[in-house]
């Protein structure tokens, strides 16, 4: 090899302990927010005795919370949906675990099936609804915690806010 751009690495690299950073307990940035989701549905002896679904209202269980974040797991029964609303401060990883769910934007429509991911940042305005005749069930990790939820009309414009 003689180009003076080629790079070759002689040894054990996991040798070299100053190149390696050690592995974090908590995610911090948007890729690990995601792991951290793809892990957790992975893991499904571990979410899915928890589940409930209620006719009346959509179910959700905090899942765990770390470091300014919260891991929330919510059930949707045919017919039940979020109305329009953002997360107020919050961004956020949505990740469908069963069933199929609809999200709607002021960009349009888009089916949602088990193992997709959404990543949101904070004053994104979505609609989730469970258009389908089978109970859905998805992760939402905020970071910060979800302080709020502003509800918005059809037209995307704020509504109400509930905490």
Do not use: M, Y
């Given at each position: 090899m003689n180009s003076d751009s080629d790079l070759q690495i002689a040894g054990d690299?996991?040798?070299v302990p100053h190149l390696l950073q050690p592995p974090?307990?908590?995610?911090?940035?948007?890729?690990?927010?995601?792991?951290?989701?793809?892990?957790?549905?992975?893991d499904r002896a571990g979410w899915e005795h928890l589940v409930r679904y209620d006719a009346t209202s959509r179910w959700y269980h905090r899942l765990r919370t770390g470091p300014g974040y919260e891991v929330w797991l919510l059930s949707w029964v045919p017919g039940q949906g979020s109305g329009p609303?953002?997360?107020?401060?919050?961004?956020?990883?949505?990740?469908?675990?069963?069933?199929?769910?609809?999200e709607r934007t002021g960009h349009g429509t888009r089916a949602l099936r088990a193992g997709a991911q959404r990543v949101f940042a904070p004053g994104y305005v979505h609609e989730v609804v469970n258009d389908a005749l089978e109970p859905a069930v998805s992760l939402h990790i905020y970071y910060p915690g979800l302080t709020e939820m502003p509800m918005h009309t059809r037209a995307c414009t704020p509504a109400a806010q509930v905490h």
């Open positions: 690299i996991l040798e974090r307990e908590h995610p911090a940035t948007v890729a690990e927010f995601a792991g951290l989701a793809r892990a957790i549905a992975a609303h953002d997360h107020g401060p919050s961004s956020g990883v949505l990740t469908l675990l069963t069933g199929t769910l609809t």
